[in-house]
């Protein structure tokens, strides 16, 4: 770590690589967020669903 970090040259993109594997990581954790459910969403729309039919 006493050197410093390998740069990707792309264009007019200079980015060092640690930087672009961490924004990498962050743009696929938010897709993820975008498609997997909620923790206890179908829970909840079991819950609805049982009390609209005792109506």
């Known amino acids: 770590m006493d050197q410093p ?3 990707l040259h792309w264009g007019f993109i ?13 743009v696929v ?4 967020a975008l ?3 909620f923790p206890g969403r179908a829970r909840r ?3 609805y669903q049982e009390s609209d039919r005792e109506r």
Not at 14 to 26: E, K, R, T, V
Not at 29 to 32: E, R
């Open 14 to 26: 200079l980015i060092s690589l640690p930087n672009l594997g961490l924004i990498a990581f962050m």
């Open 5 to 7: 970090a390998p740069y």
């Open 29 to 32: 954790l938010f897709v993820l």
């Open 35 to 37: 498609f997997l459910p």
């Open 45 to 47: 729309r079991r819950a």
